[in-house]
């Protein structure tokens, strides 16, 4: 993979989100110039350090950093994943409070110097932040985006390929809505390679019941709280999802991703951020692509929307 040409990107936070994206960058080389900012100054130099030394081995990046805002001015890309950490336990929901602080705090210096990029979010919980970053910074959907449940929808592929015995690259299958307790996947456009996942059939087992695909959206769902309460964080996954979510904006991939941004009439739903299947180029989350649901669907999707409604009105 080649980097775009004189692109830069900003990662503001290095802790273990930020520098594992920062680290996914780089050794992706999905960034020319890649900048991490944190207000630790020790811990953020550290990691400069640490990433810039392996840079021999990754390719033309170049790293950067520190506890100076100004290290970000003129970033194509900014992403935020700055805020406090989840807890074994917590849900994304419960983290609401403390991290929409810390976006009103740090936006508007962010974006004084970095007016022109494009903002992803990171932070958890991501759909409810979203809304309010928009709201802070006046910035168009397209503009100020998360990265909603990219990450969900890979953790389900990767399910369904383990189960089917195919490479990951060959399941299509997007998980939408909420990220988080709310969020469902879209079984009805479901595919393996060209085959609906409806008409599968492999390995001499048949499709899969109703009560089986439960069950993967279940997993899915819960796979965030297995592994922090396991290690303490998610990190390594997040960190590649964020850093393919950056190379879909800066070499205007116009990739189909699911991300977060706040809707206007989609399936019914205004006024919050949900995920649901985007083009993602050079204009951020450029254009929501109205995909079919089925009444299910629906129904979860108008569900998922009030969960988070609930959540946004508490900042209202």
């Not at 970053?133 to 383990?162: C, H, K, M, Y």
Request: proline content about 4%; aromatic content about 6%; hydrophobic content about 45%.
């Amino acid at each position: 993979m080649n980097s775009a040409e004189n692109s830069k990107l900003a990662v503001v936070g290095a802790g273990s989100v930020g520098s594992s994206l920062a680290y996914a960058a780089l050794i992706r080389q999905s960034a020319r110039e890649i900048v991490l900012y944190d207000i630790d100054e020790p811990k953020v130099r550290a990691e400069v350090l640490d990433l810039a030394h392996g840079t021999q081995f990754t390719g033309g990046s170049h790293v950067s950093g520190g506890a100076d805002i100004a290290a970000i001015a003129g970033a194509d890309v900014v992403v935020i994943t700055a805020g406090a950490k989840q807890r074994p336990g917590q849900s994304r929901l419960d983290l609401a409070g403390a991290n929409a602080a810390i976006l009103e705090r740090m936006l508007p210096s962010l974006l004084e110097r970095a007016p022109d990029a494009v903002y992803v979010l990171v932070t958890n919980p991501c759909d409810v932040l979203t809304v309010l970053a928009q709201r802070i910074t006046g910035l168009r959907p397209n503009r100020i985006f998360s990265s909603g449940t990219v990450l969900d929808s890979s953790r389900l592929r990767w399910l369904l390929a383990e189960r089917l015995g195919v490479s990951t690259s060959n399941v299509h299958a997007m998980i939408v809505g909420e990220h988080g307790d709310s969020e469902f996947p879209l079984w009805s456009q479901a595919s393996i390679g060209a085959i609906p996942l409806a008409q599968w059939h492999g390995r001499g087992r048949p499709a899969f019941t109703p009560e089986e695909l439960d069950e993967l959206a279940d997993q899915v769902a819960h796979a965030a709280y297995e592994v922090i309460a396991g290690k303490g964080a998610t990190n390594y996954a997040i960190g590649l999802a964020g850093a393919r979510i950056v190379e879909a904006i800066l070499r205007d991939e116009n990739t189909i991703l699911p991300v977060s941004t706040v809707l206007e009439d989609y399936h019914g739903v205004s006024g919050v951020a949900l995920s649901v299947p985007t083009i993602v180029n050079r204009h951020g989350a450029d254009r929501v692509l109205d995909v079919p649901f089925s009444d299910d669907e629906q129904a979860r999707f108008e569900h998922s929307a009030a969960v988070l409604r609930e959540s946004v009105a508490a900042f209202a």
